[in-house]
C-alpha cells in the first residue's frame, strides 16, 4: 500500500473482564472490491474472518512487537494515568495469497495486562 492509497479505518478497544485494556487500529485497503462499514463489526465480529467471507484468500503476516511509552492519545484510550507508562505496540501487514497488502493494523496494549507467549517447535532445528 502506499501512503497516498485509500482505506477503511477500523478503530475497536479490547476488553478483558470488562476493562478496557487494547487499542487496535486496522486499516484496510479501499481497493479490494467492497465497503467495510460500522455495522460490519459487532463485539465478536472477527477482521479476519469477514475479509475472508468477502472473498479475500489471507495468506502471511509480518508483525513486530516492541515496547513504547503510551502516547497522550493512547493514554486517555486506556485509561492510563502515569505519564511513563509502557504499552507493549504490534504492528502488522498482512497479505493475500498473493502477497498483495490487504491490512496494515498497529495495536497497542496495556502493559500491564498483557502477556506474549510463544510454543517453539523443533528448537534446535534437527530433523
Known amino acids: 500500500m502506499l ?11 479490547r476488553l478483558l473482564n470488562g476493562r478496557i485494556v487494547a487499542l487496535h487500529k486496522s486499516y484496510i485497503r479501499a481497493d479490494l472490491g467492497f465497503e467495510v462499514t460500522q455495522e460490519d463489526f459487532g463485539e465478536d465480529t472477527s477482521l479476519y474472518s469477514f475479509l475472508e467471507e468477502k472473498g479475500i484468500v489471507l495468506g502471511s503476516a509480518d508483525e513486530t512487537v516492541e ?18 507508562c509502557a504499552v ?6 498482512t497479505y493475500d495469497a498473493r502477497m498483495r497488502p490487504v491490512e496494515f493494523s498497529e495495536n497497542s496494549y496495556r502493559g500491564d ?15
Open 3 to 13: 501512503a497516498s492509497d485509500e482505506v477503511f479505518a477500523l478503530i475497536r478497544l
Open 67 to 84: 515496547a513504547r511509552l503510551a502516547s497522550s492519545e493512547l493514554r486517555r484510550y486506556l485509561f492510563i494515568d502515569e505519564q511513563s
Open 88 to 93: 507493549v505496540y504490534k504492528e502488522r501487514v
Open 113 to 127: 495486562q498483557y502477556k506474549y507467549s510463544v510454543h517453539i517447535v523443533n528448537v534446535t532445528g534437527g530433523k
